[in-house]
């Protein structure tokens, strides 16, 4: 059987299959419409079967199209890899690296310049803070943050950047609520905490359970947490160094507690092989070096 099928229609039938559309996956394979059609349709005739019910307004995957897509996802990816892995021994590092991360500017400093000393690598960059497939969608590395101990993936994680974080509150919310003496009184006053990212609402103290604490403003974003508690909206944990100048003016508070929150982490993972794709190899390589260069009083 396989030798009656070629692999540009295997590539077609996928492409169309994850973007529901025969223009969009052209587009994205960078081939005429037509073509791409025919492929599939050249598949559908050699199995004798529909992969794709097609209509004037939708597509939708048939049994058989989602069995062959979910069946031939892992083996392009792996063929992908291999050749990718075959082409590095050749003068230059290339190939496409898909990456999802958080939208912080020195990544964005780190990232260009290795694409521009790699030419020929080809960079497809999602930036999310809370990124929950990305592991399950095809991207070779995923940067996302962490408090104590993650999740298991089945993915390799490495530390790229711990920040040691503390709890603090402005001068203002200390005059309406008193200042809490333990883990257990904190859980009772107002917070700031994250919507999702850090996955959700509990505080993470070392050798502690999570804390469940009561928040009326969830928020993804550093920044915003970060304003929210020198608004006087709720005590909150931060990175140290991002609020250290704040500290240090009086504009926030650090509250001693009879334990440290888990430090804020930044990890890298990816694919649990034996061995990490060249590229990625490459890239936290160039990330580790970056971060010296950048942030070396974050380090």
Known sequence: MIEKIELQWLLSFQT????????????????????VSRHVALLEQQLNLRLLERTTRKMIPTAAGKQLYQSIMP??????DVLEEVSLYGDSLAGHLKIIMPDLPFLAEIIADFCLRHPQIQLSCDTQLNPTAGLLEGFDLVLRFGRGPLEDSGWVAREVLRWPSCVVAAPQLLEHHPLPQSLDELSKAPCVTSLSVLQGMPWR??????????????????????????????????????????????????IDLNCEPEDLVLYALYSGRKYPLAKVKAFLEHLRLGLIDLVPDEN
């Open 205 to 254: 103290f070392k050798g502690e359970q999570p804390l469940q604490v009561q928040s009326g403003y969830k928020v993804n974003s550093g920044h915003m947490a970060k304003t929210a508690a020198l608004k006087g909206l709720g005590f909150a944990i931060l990175p140290t160094h991002a609020c250290q100048a704040d500290i240090d003016n009086g504009s926030l508070i650090k």
């Open 75 to 80: 083996l392009t990816h792996t063929m992908n």
């Open 16 to 35: 169309v299959y994850e973007q529901l559309s025969f223009k969009q996956a052209a587009k994205q394979l960078q081939v005429p419409t037509s073509n």
